[in-house]
């Protein structure tokens, strides 16, 4: 089955420093989607990316959908202690509407 | 508008019991999926469900069943619980269940296994 790897799987930054994680995947996704989950909540919708090559910006997030469609980026400029929190990518692949998710990625940032 | 609701947040069981979790979808999607979040893991698909049809089943036991309603809620039943039945199960919602939609989550029900 389709699995995805995700890295690193924390990180530890100091507040304004930028952040950048990924996501590859042993098999061709038709959309990437990137989520934020917090301590006793459900993941939260960051980004979603349709296309190859396709670079979205949601306020300081960025994300790109891979060329080979097998993989997907994530940055955060001038980290705030509020993107504290666990980062997920999750794929789909082409007809299907299941998403397969990356293990996450867990932010911890240093006053 | 308020999002997918869950309940309960919490539940507590023993082994060999059955569990209902419930889940309300987004008020105007029609689609609902169940996902199982164990500690540490990222969230897997357990099913997907269309105006009251499976859409979808992930590779889990017998003992995992689902339903939707006319309303478009739905319940996830989990039968002969296991120890390793222990997670965080989410219930996501969307339009119409479409391969190109975005997913959104609800909070969640944790449910402990003893």
């Known amino acids: 089955g389709q699995q995805l790897n995700q890295s690193p799987q924390s990180m530890f930054i100091q507040e304004g420093e930028d952040v950048s994680m990924n996501c590859t995947s042993s098999?061709?996704?038709?959309?990437w989607l990137w989520y934020k989950q917090d301590p006793g909540e459900g993941p939260v919708l960051l980004i979603a990316?349709?296309?190859?090559?396709e670079l979205t910006s949601n306020g300081r997030l960025t994300a790109q959908f891979g060329i080979t469609r097998k993989d997907s980026f994530l940055n955060i400029s001038a980290s705030i202690p509020s993107d504290v929190g666990i980062y997920f990518c999750?794929?789909?692949?082409?007809?299907?509407?299941?998403?397969?998710f990356g293990q996450g990625t867990r932010l911890t940032i240093n006053p | 508008d308020a999002g997918v609701t869950q309940s309960p947040t919490h539940l507590i069981k023993t082994r060999g019991q059955h569990v209902t979790l419930r889940c309300s979808p987004i008020?105007?999607?029609?689609?609902v999926s169940w996902y199982q979040q164990v500690l540490g893991q990222g969230p897997q698909f357990i099913f997907q469900?269309?105006?009251?049809?499976?859409?979808g089943r992930g590779n889990f036991p017998d003992r995992f069943s689902a339903r939707q309603f006319p309303n478009y809620s739905s319940e996830l039943n989990v039968n002969a619980l296991l120890l390793g039945d222990s997670a965080l199960y989410l219930c996501?919602?969307?339009?119409?269940?479409?391969?190109?939609?975005?997913?959104?989550f609800g909070s969640g029900t944790q449910l402990s296994v003893l």
């Open positions: 008020s105007g999607h029609k689609s």
């Open positions: 996501a919602s969307s339009l119409v269940g479409g391969a190109g939609e975005k997913l959104f």
């Open positions: 469900y269309y105006e009251k049809e499976e859409r």
């Open positions: 999750a794929g789909r692949v082409q007809g299907a509407q299941k998403l397969v």
């Open positions: 098999s061709i996704f038709n959309t």
């Open positions: 990316l349709y296309k190859a090559g």
